[in-house]
């Protein structure tokens, strides 16, 4: 196995090679992204362009290429599993961790065929970028000290995705790579034009070279001063379970999303951008659902900056793409095509694929939408002031009731005392999550009832709560009264709110639901 100091490509020639490689695939501690590009057995070179793969991902990954479909072989034999072997041209994203061993789809396989070798090669970069927006990979530029000096530069453009172009103070221009900056994401995501930066210039023949120090930042201190409370800014999703998910405001700014009641999967997918208004404790950044409208821009990676999250990303579940299933369909072979049934087969499958991706994308569009749909249902207009549930209730409720009740009838219509029962929040939530209604609205039907305003609504259709069909009223050993009323009207499976009247007056609110669920 032969390796380029310079720019990190392996060449795997043999069995040694391979079993090196291997190891490197199999290092725990390893940081960095690998990518193993493989050779067909009917080729002489690969068909992908590791060429413009070097290029674009200068130093923010390793790649490997096996020079002969026999090397390829081997390293099946070695992984002990076909599902993450690479093959027949294809190449493969192996990322750090052990994740991929046991789920193949952690290691996307792209295949590629003569004639598409860069766009496969795009599809890489674009992967590679995606596995490194975590933080720590830190990538240290090879200079000798004698060849650079001290200087200071503006930025002047960005021609590519992995480079910046400067002007230091002494009126040269230089390249500097966006892995030096910051690895694993594209270069103008990192920084914008006329933003200063200081470092070292190294001058060569037609172009000089351009070293940045590394940026004095504290993420957390400047998330704070830019979003205060109640501000709402872009979030990407990170991960994300059916009980829980991990959102970043910047890679080093966690934010915990406030109690959900419904699936999160059904809310979110990995890699979402999403709105989100912020609440900052001791210690903590809380987030509630907010609406893309509020949204001011996202936050920079770097101070001085662009913002580094777009409204309209897609994550990498929307990269696997139809390479994923392609791959666990395929078997391996001893048939042996004559070359016009190969071109032939490889026409339709082209075709097949294609065609597969069209479906697929229509499909991610649609689930998006319903997905954002969704998240815009539950994201109250009202802000976020308060991290307990209770109290943030009470603030909107009061809100409600200050917006919609003119002060002249505030002497006709006084909100009064009122209680939360036990359950009363859960129920909420669960009817907010399920969809079909908004938690605004079921704020606003509250204060109307708390303020004596609901009666006076014929819509609303107040009636007391029956113990059966034909039975009295329910009462409870204290007095309290039940009562029910509409939380909408004309609508399917139409929302209902419970709540008990006590002997003082005061209202308590019991619980919320579906009409044929028995509210």
Known sequence: MEESPKLSVIHVADRAGVETLAQILFDDVRTDVVVVVSTSGKASAPYLDVQWLIDELEDSARI?????????????????????????????VYPPGAEWRSDPYAAPLFFCYPGQGRLTAEKIASCVRLMSYRPGAAVVPRIDAADVVETTAEVIGCPSDSQVLVRTEDGLTCKMLAVHLYPGVEAGRLVRKGQRLSGKERIATLMGDFFPDPVGDDPRERAQQEFPDGSVSLALVESVTPDSSKLVLHPDVPVELLHRAEDLTFLFSQGDVVPVELIWEEGRVLADLARFEEAGPAMSLLPGGPPWLRPDEMGPEDMKGADGETEQSLEFSDHVMDPDEAIATISLLTDLQKRNESVIEQLRTEIRAMKKERRETQASQRPRVHADEEDQFRFELQLSYLTRVQESERLQYPLGEYFLGRGFLVSLNSLVAAGGIGRDKVVDVCADVVCGRAAAISSRRVKPWLTSKRGPQETRPDGAAAWRIRLQVNSSSARRMKYWIRTDRSVEFDSVGVHDDGI
């Open 64 to 92: 490997a290429v096996l020079d002969s479909a026999s090397v390829a072989l081997h390293l099946t034999q070695i992984l002990d599993d076909e599902r993450l072997s690479v093959f027949g041209g294809a190449g493969r």
